[in-house]
């Protein structure tokens, strides 16, 4: 029997120009010293915003991979199984050069950029493939503390080449690195690190340990810690020997995700596996902090993603659902929240932007501090921010089509991975005790905006005072109004009155800093913000 009509439901979100509804990242390309590259980034962002592209992506998390640690005679394997749509998207990041590839460009010529804006722009689409792609990214500058191995593997790690499987690594198109640091009894505290490496007359080293995280275990090679007799050291395993004999690792288990779920993360032992030095004998953590650097960058720009694709999703839904006799996006308390979440989506992503540029530019006192307290407010406000996203489509985007419960259970990783919120934030006080340059650094990058408004003066003052103080109590707070004004700063002397106005009237003014979500001051330009970040589909 005929019962109802389909109406009043908005039309499917695909196909809309992912560049021309995120002004915010468009303008920062130009500005950090990447135009040149905006006519590839406009065909990346037609592929993810697909409607083939979003296929892939539900699938890949519809269909989590599958450990086989054995073959049907005994034989060990540790093969890890995944979705075809999973090597889709591999094979879509890799060709597009989101890994390795800036690491073989000039500096300066804005290549790190360029690749910051291609891995927000995927990382949209689904975050999960992100993961490695991230850490190829990140090993390149840590293998260079030893020019042989870098010799080795970087030019597979540069390659636009996508090749799954386990093989010989000189032997491959392409190759993906990994990290393996944290242990069951240490966590974050990489010191408490118990695997051992000892010595062998071939001048490697005889790996054993058990890692409680390795994500993305089908990688080619791993960066890991293990203590060597002269202490804490960093050694490149890679999961097949010169030889062409496994190495020894062991993948114990899959871990069971709250998301992330197309990707695997892995229990692992090392059983005598062999690895090779990296750095000195006893300067592991500082040999890796490299490659941890270069991933925090990558948990902002991935959070930034997050923020920005529940944000299409949710300004998509109330341009096109009526209620109460008008469109959603009519209503001024609508209007009032989704704008709050523009401010927000333009504040990390000019911020994610300007973190890229310094490392193209080598600005590393400013990266030095910057990076861990953008880390630490980015990613601890993405949760907040996709929540708010789903509410808009009320019980809609409760429901798992929707796609928002994906991005939901997405949202809190960055914030954990490579540091939660309080080991990022006592970095920060690392960061000032280190030297005074990096200090120097930000606060010249906050006070080009000084003078632009009042009350973001006001929060400057504050700004000084609370790094006179440098209590590890008061840690958070620190790391949070750093974050807070860089993002002020940019948003003040780079966007639109509306957006700078805004965002420094609901942070910084005696009515804030703000509370929920959509209790922005009465003289928002809402209507402007909500028009400036809305996708045009057709």
């Given at each position: 029997?005929?019962?109802?009509?389909?109406?009043?439901?908005?039309?499917p979100?695909?196909?809309?120009?992912?560049?021309?509804?995120?002004?915010?990242?468009?303008?920062?390309?130009?500005?950090?010293?990447?135009?040149?590259?905006?006519?590839?980034?406009?065909?990346?962002?037609?592929?993810?915003?697909?409607?083939?592209?979003?296929?892939?992506?539900?699938?890949?998390?519809?269909?989590?991979?599958?450990l086989?640690?054995?073959?049907?005679?005994?034989?060990?394997?540790?093969?890890?199984?995944?979705?075809?749509?999973?090597?889709?998207?591999?094979?879509?990041?890799?060709?597009?050069?989101?890994?390795?590839?800036?690491?073989?460009?000039?500096?300066?010529?804005?290549?790190h950029?360029?690749?910051?804006?291609?891995?927000?722009?995927?990382s949209?689409?689904?975050?999960?493939?992100?993961?490695?792609?991230?850490?190829?990214?990140?090993?390149?500058?840590?293998?260079?503390?030893?020019?042989?191995?870098?010799?080795?593997?970087?030019?597979?790690?540069?390659s636009h080449?996508?090749?799954?499987?386990?093989?010989?690594?000189?032997?491959?198109?392409?190759?993906?690195?990994?990290m393996?640091?944290?242990?069951?009894?240490?966590?974050?505290?990489?010191?408490?690190?118990?695997?051992?490496?000892?010595?062998?007359?071939?001048?490697?080293?005889?790996?054993?340990?058990?890692?409680?995280?390795?994500?993305?275990?089908?990688?080619?090679?791993?960066l890991?810690l293990?203590?060597?007799?002269?202490?804490?050291?960093?050694?490149?395993?890679?999961?097949?020997?010169?030889?062409?004999?496994?190495?020894?690792?062991?993948?114990?288990?899959?871990?069971?995700?709250?998301?992330?779920?197309s990707n695997?993360?892995?229990?692992?032992?090392?059983?005598?596996?062999?690895?090779?030095?990296?750095?000195?004998?006893?300067?592991?953590?500082?040999?890796?902090?490299?490659?941890?650097?270069?991933?925090?960058?990558?948990?902002?720009?991935?959070?930034?993603?997050?923020?920005?694709?529940?944000?299409?999703?949710?300004?998509?839904?109330?341009?096109?659902?009526?209620?109460?006799?008008?469109?959603?996006?009519?209503?001024?308390?609508?209007?009032?929240?989704?704008?709050?979440?523009?401010?927000?989506?333009?504040?990390?992503?000019?911020?994610?932007?300007?973190?890229?540029?310094?490392?193209?530019?080598?600005?590393?006192?400013?990266?030095?501090?910057?990076?861990?307290?953008?880390?630490?407010?980015?990613?601890?406000?993405?949760?907040?921010?996709?929540?708010?996203?789903?509410?808009c489509l009320?019980?809609?985007?409760?429901?798992?089509?929707?796609?928002?419960?994906?991005?939901?259970?997405?949202?809190?990783?960055?914030?954990?991975?490579?540091?939660?919120?309080?080991?990022?934030?006592?970095?920060?006080?690392?960061?000032?005790?280190?030297?005074?340059?990096?200090?120097?650094?930000?606060?010249?990058?906050?006070e080009?905006?000084?003078?632009?408004?009042?009350?973001?003066?006001?929060?400057?003052?504050?700004?000084?005072?609370?790094?006179?103080g440098r209590?590890?109590?008061?840690?958070?707070?620190?790391?949070?109004?750093?974050?807070?004004?860089?993002?002020?700063?940019?948003?003040?002397?780079?966007?639109?009155?509306?957006?700078?106005?805004g965002f420094?009237a609901?942070?910084?003014?005696?009515?804030?800093?703000w509370?929920?979500?959509?209790?922005?001051?009465?003289?928002?330009?809402?209507?402007?913000?909500l028009?400036?970040?809305?996708?045009?589909?057709?």
């Amino acid at each position: 029997m005929h019962t109802h009509d389909v109406e009043n439901q908005s039309p499917p979100l695909s196909g809309f120009d992912a560049l021309a509804c995120d002004p915010a990242l468009t303008s920062a390309i130009a500005r950090e010293g990447a135009e040149g590259a905006l006519p590839f980034l406009a065909d990346l962002a037609r592929l993810v915003t697909s409607a083939k592209a979003r296929e892939h992506a539900v699938l890949a998390n519809a269909n989590p991979p599958v450990l086989h640690t054995h073959d049907r005679y005994g034989h060990r394997i540790d093969e890890v199984e995944f979705h075809p749509s999973w090597h889709w998207l591999m094979g879509n990041a890799v060709g597009w050069g989101l890994h390795g590839a800036p690491w073989g460009q000039e500096p300066g010529t804005g290549a790190h950029v360029a690749r910051a804006a291609g891995f927000y722009l995927a990382s949209q689409l689904e975050a999960g493939h992100g993961c490695p792609i991230s850490m190829s990214y990140a090993a390149v500058p840590a293998l260079r503390h030893d020019p042989e191995l870098a010799a080795l593997y970087e030019p597979g790690l540069l390659s636009h080449s996508y090749e799954f499987g386990l093989a010989e690594p000189g032997g491959k198109a392409g190759l993906l690195a990994g990290m393996s640091m944290t242990e069951k009894q240490g966590g974050s505290d990489v010191r408490a690190i118990s695997s051992t490496a000892t010595p062998t007359a071939e001048g490697t080293y005889r790996i054993v340990g058990h890692k409680w995280f390795t994500s993305a275990p089908m990688n080619d090679l791993f960066l890991t810690l293990a203590q060597a007799p002269g202490g804490l050291t960093c050694f490149v395993l890679p999961r097949v020997l010169p030889d062409g004999t496994r190495n020894g690792i062991r993948l114990q288990r899959l871990k069971d995700k709250l998301g992330n779920r197309s990707n695997a993360s892995a229990e692992i032992e090392y059983a005598d596996a062999t690895g090779w030095r990296l750095g000195e004998e006893g300067r592991g953590v500082r040999t890796i902090i490299d490659m941890v650097s270069m991933t925090r960058l990558d948990c902002v720009l991935g959070s930034s993603a997050l923020i920005r694709a529940a944000l299409s999703e949710a300004t998509h839904h109330i341009a096109h659902r009526h209620a109460f006799g008008s469109l959603l996006a009519d209503k001024p308390l609508m209007q009032t929240v989704v704008a709050d979440m523009a401010l927000e989506s333009e504040a990390s992503t000019a911020l994610g932007m300007r973190l890229a540029g310094a490392v193209d530019r080598g600005e590393h006192d400013l990266l030095r501090l910057a990076l861990p307290a953008s880390k630490y407010l980015v990613c601890k406000r993405t949760p907040t921010l996709v929540a708010e996203a789903l509410e808009c489509l009320g019980g809609n985007g409760y429901i798992e089509d929707s796609g928002l419960p994906r991005l939901y259970r997405e949202a809190p990783l960055n914030s954990v991975w490579e540091g939660s919120g309080n080991v990022t934030a006592l970095d920060v006080l690392r960061a000032l005790n280190h030297d005074a340059a990096p200090v120097e650094a930000v606060l010249a990058e906050v006070e080009a905006a000084k003078g632009l408004d009042r009350w973001f003066d006001r929060g400057i003052q504050d700004l000084h005072a609370e790094l006179r103080g440098r209590e590890e109590r008061r840690a958070r707070r620190l790391a949070e109004m750093v974050a807070l004004c860089l993002q002020g700063s940019l948003l003040l002397r780079h966007a639109p009155s509306e957006v700078g106005s805004g965002f420094i009237a609901s942070r910084f003014s005696p009515e804030g800093p703000w509370r929920t979500i959509g209790t922005l001051p009465a003289e928002a330009h809402t209507v402007a913000l909500l028009e400036r970040v809305t996708p045009h589909v057709g």
